[in-house]
């Protein structure tokens, strides 16, 4: 029997407004506001990156919502990963799953991501003019497992392994007494009636997760973008404009080449899932030190897709995730739902590689 895979599409909730953003950020404020203000930085660079089939969604809209899973479920994508937002007990842009909870729609798999990084004005995750600060005791991680386990981990559609509800964290480097503060998480779930948590921690850079195994992660996630395997090297132009106290404007890297880097890589020893990119521009959020990824086609994801499919051997039936980082991070120019320029291109690619594994 051919392994069987299940292809989980990381999805941005920021597609509606919410008090903070509106105070920090202007009236009205969505992921759209910074989509449609890119503009192209050169020759051919492709911005902005606009929708199509499902145009520029509002997330409190039911229908929105069932949409997306059907889009998602018609080219073979098993669940949704969804970023997740806790800061301190209180939650944000937590609207929309909100209601994907009380509704019990869609039907359609889902697990989170604990974004656990502060929120800043750069939208880069780096301490400078801290919106919303991100601490850590004891005492949250409890209270935070717990609002878990009763209220989100116990629906029938969250993706569990082995009877363990399955929960990212997204950086796990910068969360003090780690080891600790996983068994803390898995002492609540079972408290609470499963048998365990399976917490996985994604990897952006090599050394992100040096010990996986000794803090107690059941596996790691090979994110994409990999930071520490692309060219982040500015071009010949922008360095001039730094010395002449310009500032770099952007740096770019090509797809294709970006994806022989990610392929040449050796394979984790501890257990980990393989996770792929459509494409990546984030020039719609930032004006300066903006990173390009240049040449990305349908084509070339599908090829990176297949490789990573045929790589990838599951350790168990149920360990069998590939992740797809994003399913609508659109001001990252990092989406799979369909826009103007390749309509349901990526999609389509998606599909032609997951129906194998079905």
Not at 51 to 74: H, M, V
Request: glycine fraction near 4%.
């Amino acid at each position: 029997m051919s392994k069987k895979l299940r292809a989980l599409a990381v999805v941005l909730p920021q597609f509606h407004p919410i008090p903070e953003n509106d105070k920090w950020w202007g009236k009205g404020f969505t992921e759209w506001t910074n989509v449609t203000k890119a503009k192209p930085r050169f020759k051919n660079h492709y911005q902005p990156h606009l929708p199509s089939d499902l145009g520029f969604y509002d997330l409190r809209l039911e229908q929105t919502r069932e949409e997306q899973a059907k889009l998602a479920k018609e080219h073979d994508i098993f669940g949704f990963c969804y970023y997740h937002y806790w800061f301190n007990g209180e939650r944000l842009i937590e609207q929309p799953f909100n209601e994907i909870l009380r509704l019990k729609k869609p039907d359609f798999p889902f697990l989170l991501c604990w974004a656990n990084e502060n929120w800043t004005r750069r939208w880069d995750g780096m301490d400078r003019e801290v919106l919303m600060q991100q601490d850590y005791s004891e005492a949250d991680h409890r209270e935070h497992a717990r609002y878990l386990c009763k209220d989100v981990f116990s629906d029938p559609r969250y993706i569990r392994v082995d009877n363990k509800p399955v929960f990212l964290f997204y950086n796990t480097h910068i969360i003090p007494e780690l080891k600790s503060s996983i068994a803390i998480w898995k002492e609540e779930a079972k408290k609470h009636g499963f048998d365990d948590l399976y917490i996985c921690g994604v990897k952006t850079f090599e050394s992100a997760i040096p010990n996986a195994k000794e803090v107690g992660l059941d596996a790691v996630i090979e994110w994409q973008p990999d930071w520490d395997n692309v060219n982040l090297k500015p071009s010949l132009w922008n360095r001039i404009k730094d010395k002449l106290g310009y500032g770099s404007s952007y740096k770019k890297d090509n797809y294709g080449e970006l994806v022989k880097r990610m392929l040449a890589k050796d394979e984790p020893k501890f257990k980990h899932y393989p996770c792929i990119t459509p494409s990546w521009d984030n020039t719609a959020r930032r004006k300066q030190n903006a990173f390009i990824v240049e040449g990305s086609t349908p084509e070339l994801y599908g090829s990176w897709l297949n490789e990573i499919c045929e790589k990838f051997e599951p350790e168990s039936e149920e360990e069998n995730f590939v992740f797809i980082n994003a399913w609508n991070e659109w001001a990252e120019g990092n989406h799979l739902e369909p826009d103007l320029k390749w309509g349901r291109g990526y999609l389509e690619a998606t599909k032609k590689i997951l129906s194998k594994y079905l």
